[in-house]
């Protein structure tokens, strides 16, 4: 038996342009003696289709395009489909043979945690789906079904199964595909039976599906791995013999690539995907000198290509010299094409018309915050006029602290390195240039600052970055309290003054565009904090410590 695995980038919405998706790689398939497709999880609608599943009509549509797809593949498929039966809906899987839906499978279990909410929409199923194909019983699983313990599998083994196929719509995050195979391999071994897994690829929004979809054998032994963030027709052949199932792919074992590598390959898939997804032109940045800007346009660049990206560059009086030519360097060998704006004229003006309603008070963040805001508003202005999506530049160490300006270089439609804390993002730039030098050595040594006031630096009221960074993981992604940190040997000092900033900027953050989830736990779908909250656990080292 010839199983294709289709890793394809589908579209949410888009029901007609994913069954033409699927019809072509059906045809790939057929061309190359496959007996089955197996395509992702839910591919016919994109995943995650959210509440488009409270539509009819977009039900109904998918059933449409379901009926049709089965009488124009060329070969057996299995797809990922919603469906609608009376009054429940299913995240399902049909096989489409004979030129009819010859057998449906409803997922049994429904993750309703980190960014999945599939409980709202979904019933779980209750019965297995095993298959003939060309001599072998498959089983069916889908994704999360293979993550909550080994009863799918097992029911499916105890009528007939001898290999399981999973669909799967898995989005990245760090490790994550070690997980994966961790978790399938040790479930493989247990049930003695190989495992087949299939991923989407692409960006949704702030979700990034990496691909990798793998195969393992029944020791649990990895068979096959795709590539990351590509799409692609993989073969994988299956034997029987006496000595049970034996699968073989001719496709290469890719290897996993280090972090920083993977985590630049989905931020440019992130950036690419929105962009063409949502109908843009191009990209627009601000572009500082500074490690942050220099990262986006790179990623940007990469996604998009130079000539559908553009940069500004606003200096003001705050703006070290060496920061504007290292900014134009950076375009240029990005092949970009940069307009230099000052804002001084326009900084002035602001000053001058609130001096009366500011008069003996001392200059402080508010002057600071309006360079941000008039920047802003000029990159906003060129995304009107122009139609680009203005990509903003902050890092997760900033958003988290609320060292980002609200209606300043928070303004924008996509935050590339949102989920990147700034010790990552450093470690991005050192990777980016080890691909060909794009950002000056400088950039990447000299302290870091905002450029809002004379001899400003980050670190003037910051911790130190590997310092913030992790106290920023420990209490974000994992909840550790302000106790737990101090134990862990964080002074007290700071751990109570970095988790007061992390709670009191919960309103900016709310207000933040989408970027790119690299984290297990990103702000925006993942972690859900009220605004309004009484509840903060450094409080209670505050008040030890007498303050």
Known sequence: MRIALAQINCRVGDVAGNAQRLLAAAAEAQAA?????VTPELALSG???????????FLQDCDTALRQLAT??????????????????????????????????HKHCLPNYAVFDEVRYFTPGAQSLVFACAGLQ????????????????????????ELMLVLNA??????????????????????????????????????????????????????????????????????????????????????????AAEVYDVLRLGVRDYVEKNGF??????????????????VAVDALGPERVHALIMPSRYTAEMSIVDAVAEARSLGVRTDLVSIEGAFNTYLETLAPLFAGRAADTTE???????????????????????????????????????????????????????????????????????????????????ELAADQRDQDSLPPYDVLDAIITAYVEDDRSASELVAAGFAAETVVRVLRLIDRAEYK??????????????????????????YHSWEAALHTRGA
């Open 72 to 105: 124009e593949t060329p070969l057996p498929m299995l797809v990922g489909h919603p469906q609608r039966e009376q009054e429940r809906l299913y995240n399902s899987a049909s096989l489409l043979r004979g030129r009819r839906i010859e057998r449906v499978y």
């Open 170 to 259: 898995s989005p990245y995050h760090l490790n994550k595909q070690r997980a994966r195979e961790d978790q399938v391999g040790a479930l493989a071994a247990r049930c003695h039976l190989p495992i087949v897994y299939v991923n989407l690829v692409g960006g949704q929004d702030e979700l990034v599906f990496d691909g990798q979809s793998f195969a393992v054998d029944r020791h649990g032994l990895l068979a096959l791995r795709a590539a990351c963030c590509e799409e692609g027709l993989m073969l994988l052949d299956v034997d029987k013999d006496r000595a049970g199932i034996r699968i073989r792919s001719a496709d290469p074992l890719r290897p996993l690539l280090d972090e």
């Open 368 to 450: 600071e915050n309006l360079q941000a805001r008039i920047r802003a508003a000029l990159l906003m202005a060129y995304s009107n006029k122009f139609g680009h999506l203005l990509l903003t530049t902050g890092n997760k160490s900033e958003i988290a602290v609320g060292y980002a300006t609200l209606y300043g270089d928070m303004a924008g439609g996509f935050a590339v390195i949102k989920d990147c804390p700034k010790t990552l993002v450093y470690r991005l730039a050192r990777y980016r240039n080890s691909l060909g030098p794009v950002i000056p050595e400088r950039v990447l040594t000299r302290p870091p600052s905002a």
């Open 47 to 57: 995943y995650p289709p959210e509440d488009l599943l409270l539509r009819a009509d």
């Open 138 to 161: 498959c089983g069916v699983a889908i994704c999360e079904d293979v993550w909550c313990g080994p009863g799918v599998v097992q029911v499916a083994q105890t009528q007939g199964a």
């Open 33 to 37: 003696g496959a007996d089955l497709l």
């Open 281 to 298: 032109p191009g990209a627009v940045l601000g572009l500082s000198g500074g490690v942050d800007s220099a990262l986006t346009l790179a």
């Open 509 to 534: 953050r709310r207000q933040a565009a989408p970027g790119v989830r690299i984290s297990a736990r990103a702000f925006g779908k993942d972690r859900r904090y009220p605004i309004t909250n009484g």
